[in-house]
């Protein structure tokens, strides 16, 4: 896989506002690196991805720096939005958010087969003025 292919896949991803799973691997996995969570597959990777971005917020993804290598892609930016749903036991506060984050992925025959995902969850709950809570 070549840099250019890896940009062009990593590039139809972001534009479509992480909706596009076309683009994920059939084993594709997502691990958030902060708690060890993980997304399986396009429908599981899909589900997070939605609660994330129109559940427990209304968020998009702010890219400030893509780093491509032959199947290897580092995104850097910021997660930003409005809490309007639970979140880590947190009920909607109606605070916007802009969290520093991080994603590494792994590519495979022009598809995302892993995705690392390094979100700043202090700066999150600081922005929300909460700690998470324990799910009973």
Do not use: W
């Amino acid at each position: 896989m070549s840099a250019e292919s890896t940009r062009a896949v990593i590039q139809r991803y972001m534009d479509s506002k992480h909706s596009d799973m076309s683009v994920m691997a059939d084993d594709v996995v997502f691990t958030h690196m902060a708690s060890g969570d993980e997304h399986n597959g396009p429908d599981g990777v899909g589900k997070m991805l939605h609660y994330m971005y129109q559940v427990a917020f209304d968020a998009d993804a702010e890219f400030t720096n893509l780093v491509v290598a032959d199947g290897k892609a580092v995104l850097e930016g910021y997660f930003a939005g409005k809490h309007i749903g639970e979140f880590a036991g947190i009920p909607a506060t109606g605070k916007n958010v802009r969290v520093p984050i991080c994603i590494v992925y792994d590519l495979d025959n022009d598809r995302i087969r892993r995705g690392r995902v390094y979100m700043e969850m202090p700066v999150m709950f600081a922005q929300l003025g909460e700690q998470p809570r324990a799910v009973e």
